[in-house]
């Protein structure tokens, strides 16, 4: 059976460490915004350790292999973005202080795109495998494994955001028939960052 060794379980709050590891290579960009490696990574440790925020661990899930955490999928319903929305950006300001003050606007944007999609969708956030393990049907596990949850839940949709310039990531989506549904862009200190909306019915 393909992919028979590739386990996928719930995310644990002592999973934190790796977790960080797959949030900021699916994300790159937030390791500069939260003030660089090391303090991103230990500011996303905090709130990846704590419920109740978007960023949980109760959102997470891991793929295993062999024992080897090989890669991560983080999602939820628009139930918990809307009463956790709030939440998440005030851990991001009680933990990252005058970076997240210092990139309010770049936040604001981002949640802007990031935080809208359908009311009976599910959202898959971050989606991330470790480049060793590319290649061997991992990040497709995890994607199915994401819209079986969503349909398991009522959801209709799964809605995700990519970046633009992320062509690999793309047509990986398309391949697994996502459609194209939106762009957004926006500009911080020089940099313009675009991200692609798509889209699949699971219902």
């Known amino acids: 059976m393909p992919n028979a060794d590739i386990a996928i379980r719930k995310a644990l709050p002592g999973d934190a460490g ?3 590891r797959f949030f900021f290579l699916s994300a790159p960009f937030l390791g500069d915004i939260l003030g660089g490696e090391t303090r991103s ?15 949980s661990f109760n959102h997470t899930h891991l793929a295993e ?4 955490i090989t890669g991560m999928v983080l999602g939820y319903e628009w139930l918990p973005r809307r009463k956790e929305g709030l939440r998440t950006g005030f851990l991001l300001l009680r933990q990252a202080g005058f970076h997240f003050l210092h990139h309010l606007r770049f936040w604001q944007n981002l949640s802007a795109v990031t935080g809208t999609f359908h009311p009976q969708g599910y959202y898959l956030s971050n989606l991330a495998v470790d480049p060793a393990y590319q290649g061997q049907g991992i990040g497709t596990k995890l994607l199915l494994f994401t ?34 549904i939106g762009e957004s862009r926006f500009s911080h200190r020089g940099m313009v960052l675009t991200f692609i909306r798509m889209m699949k019915p699971v219902r």
């Open 65 to 68: 292999k062999e024992g080897t």
């Open 41 to 55: 990574q230990r500011i996303f440790i905090h709130l990846f350790q704590r419920s109740g925020n978007l960023f």
């Open 147 to 180: 819209e079986n949850t969503a349909r398991r839940r009522g959801c209709l949709c799964v809605e995700l955001d990519v970046s633009g310039d992320n062509l690999r990531a793309i047509d990986f989506y398309r391949h697994l028939e996502y459609q194209d």
């Open 18 to 20: 790796e977790a960080a």
